[in-house]
């Protein structure tokens, strides 16, 4: 259900399936060549704001370099602080990804500031 979490508690890659752990502590199997278990798939995955205040033992962050409108060094903080103990970072380019979070401060000027200057 939206705003749900739970664990994968085993992967059986054979038959497609994963088994999740609810935060109730009751499992679930999940047949993903069924499409009425692969609808809920991307509801596994948090948005960078809807982890806030959340902890994790090991989280796992995406973040591409040319997303220019949300991925700047704040959105790269928020999206690490949730790990306790590991963080792996997933981009396309690990040069631009720096270079990036190096530029893009997330400051944001309206056509005033530009005047003001």
């Known amino acids: 259900m939206n705003g749900h979490t739970a664990s994968v508690f085993g992967i059986d890659p054979q038959r497609s399936g994963i088994t999740v752990e609810r935060e109730d502590g009751k499992h679930d199997a999940l047949d993903l060549s069924r499409l009425a278990d692969r609808h809920i798939r991307p509801k596994w995955v948090r948005t960078i704001h809807s982890a806030q205040g959340a902890t994790a033992d090991r989280v796992m962050v995406h973040l591409e370099s040319f997303r ?26 690990r040069a631009r990804l720096t270079e990036a979070l190096g530029i893009r401060d997330g400051a944001q000027f309206g056509a ?3 005047v003001r200057r």
């Open 68 to 93: 220019a409108n949300t991925v700047d060094a704040p959105a790269g903080y928020v999206a690490i602080c949730p790990a306790k103990d590991t963080v792996e970072l997933y981009t396309d380019s």
């Open 112 to 114: 005033i500031d530009g």
